[in-house]
């Protein structure tokens, strides 16, 4: 039968190899080093910024970026429930409190007009507003920035993006990463390129760059002996990592064009099964397609989503359930919602589907061959 299909493994090869030893024979074997240097410049040009830092994931990204915004105890950030735990867990990480609303029924970011209502209510009852708001491109689907940052410019709320599903997806021809004050990358070993484990700061402003730079080295001084005036973390990206992550960027454009054949010949094959919905862009959006994702409606189609997984998983094919909202984790139980329901029946009725950019033709057929099945 071949290989076990993987809902998202790394798509590396020889060019990787090659930066990778060549990092490792420069001796730069360090959290510093010629690699990471050039891989923050092509990383920023990529993402359309001034500035990247390169860290050891996503996950710091997002904390360093909460923390060098001040955010802390006794603030509220507003987070879309239907997103990865590691945008709510950032949060906490600086003592704040997420709040959780819910996201959009086309492609299921977070939803403007909940974030307009909300922050209207706060400032008509004089409650505190939020010190942030992130964003999530949920699987390669940039939320709709323009009108965020209309919403929350209008209470000077910052805004941070959480691009880690979506380098390489765009909105209104701007890329992801681009949007907000600061964005959040992931180069985790599922990501669209990936250095194992990974991540990166981007912004365009040079002054947060710097101090979110030194805030991930230890907040060390830049003098001769170690000298700290503030408390650092222990998040930079090693350059061995960073010159994989070279290799993987040169082939970004390659993979984002595989995933998006991969969800158009989904689309061709199973849209028009009965009771299977496909997520849509907004007309404004290019995305990347990280995952793709569909629903079922089990009073509709032949199967609900854990026998579609089942199945999928009996021909040795992976495939998951789409995130379980936050405001449904045992974790976040008590944090305040608004709404929540789109996201909670994304959860209930949604399969993420392989959708790897070294998936061959002949895979993604086994895959379609087993969903046909059982939803025919
Ligand atoms: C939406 C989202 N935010 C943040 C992260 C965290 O990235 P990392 O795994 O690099 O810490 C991920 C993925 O892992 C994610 O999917």
């Known amino acids: 039968m071949g290989r076990r299909i993987l809902l998202s493994p790394p798509d590396v090869g020889p060019r990787e190899r090659d930066r990778l030893l060549a990092a490792f ?7 510093v080093g010629p690699d990471l240097d050039a891989f923050e410049v092509e990383l920023a040009a990529a993402t359309g910024r001034g500035h990247a830092v390169a860290l050891s994931s996503g996950t710091a990204a997002l904390h360093l970026a909460l923390h060098v915004l001040g955010v802390g105890p006794g603030d509220d950030v507003l987070v879309p429930t239907l997103t990865f735990a590691a945008t709510a867990n950032a949060v906490t990480y600086v003592g704040a409190r997420p709040v959780f ?22 400032a008509r009852d004089g409650e505190r507003l939020p010190a942030a708001i992130i964003p999530v491109d949920l699987y390669g689907h940039c939320a709709d920035y323009s009108r965020l940052a209309e919403i929350a410019g209008r209470y000077d709320v910052p805004v941070i993006s959480d691009a880690a599903e979506a380098l390489g997806a765009s909105r209104g021809g701007q890329p992801a990463g681009s949007f907000g004050v600061m964005a959040a990358c992931s180069f985790n070993g599922n990501k669209t390129i990936t250095t194992s484990g990974g991540g990166a700061l981007v912004t365009d402003d040079g002054e947060l760059a ?35 992550g070279r290799g993987q960027l040169e082939g970004l454009d390659a993979k984002v064009a595989r995933r998006r054949e991969l969800n158009a010949a989904y689309r061709a094959a199973l849209a028009d099964l009965p009771g ?68 909670a029946a994304a959860f209930a009725h949604g399969v993420c589907l392989p959708s790897g950019s070294s998936l061959t033709a002949a895979e993604q057929e086994r895959v379609v061959t087993v969903l046909s099945y059982e939803l025919g």
Not at 107 to 120: N, R
Not at 215 to 244: D, I, K, M
Request: one cysteine or more; a negative charge.
């Open 25 to 31: 024979d420069s001796g730069w074997i360090a959290p």
């Open 276 to 343: 299977v919905t496909f997520p849509t862009a907004a007309p404004d959006s290019d995305p990347s397609w990280w995952l793709t994702c569909l629903t079922v409606d089990p009073e509709v189609a032949g199967a609900d989503r854990d026998e579609l997984i089942a199945a999928l998983d009996a021909a040795d094919i992976e495939a998951r359930p789409v995130w379980k909202p936050m405001h449904l984790q045992p974790v976040f139980s008590g944090l305040p919602t608004v709404g929540g329901e789109v996201a």
């Open 101 to 122: 609303l819910d996201v959009e029924v086309d492609d299921w970011t977070l939803d403007p007009e909940l974030v307009a209502d909300h922050l209207a209510a706060r």
């Open 210 to 244: 710097a101090h979110v730079r030194k805030l991930a080295t230890q907040a060390r001084e830049p003098v001769l002996h170690y000298e700290h005036r503030e408390v650092g973390f222990n998040y930079r990206l090693s350059n061995l990592l960073a010159a994989l």
